[in-house]
């Protein structure tokens, strides 16, 4: 069944990618990852919510700040966190077409951004993501 929305699907297509689930296997999650998920894991959130929805002749079409959030622990160099957050790059960089059912047609994409999770000896990076698509 195709994805009803953006965020299902980018979940969906980042769980295709076997450079994603080298790094992280099935450990990609919606909003936050479940209390004592093993490292290391994606998380991807909406942050931003398109407040605007362009329409042209029958389509309506959304521009989210999507985030993903990658996280490991600092063990290696480059850590996991860092290795993932490319992958996720690599696979939605030039995207456009069918994203499991949802027509993308471009998607702007920032990052890695690299910090320090507090209190831990985590490391984070973050991939920013705006899919231009139309709504379905």
């Known amino acids: 069944m195709p994805s009803s929305y953006i965020d299902q699907a980018l979940i969906y297509t980042a769980k295709q990618a076997t450079a994603v689930t080298a790094v992280f296997g099935q450990r990609i999650y919606h909003i936050r990852a479940p209390q ?8 991807l959130r909406v942050v931003a919510p398109s407040n ?3 329409t042209f002749d029958d389509d309506a079409y959304g521009q989210p700040l999507c985030q993903w959030t990658c996280v490991s622990d600092d063990k290696k160099t480059p850590c996991d966190a860092f290795v993932g957050a490319h992958a996720l790059l690599d696979v939605f960089r030039n995207y456009s077409g069918s994203m499991d059912g949802v027509a993308v047609d471009y ?5 890695p951004i690299e910090i320090e999770l507090p209190q831990t000896q985590d490391i ?3 991939v920013e993501l705006i899919p231009h698509y139309v709504e379905p």
């Open 36 to 43: 004592r998920t093993e490292k290391p894991y994606a998380v």
């Open 52 to 54: 605007e929805i362009e």
């Open 107 to 111: 998607m702007e994409i920032r990052g």
């Open 124 to 126: 984070a990076c973050i």
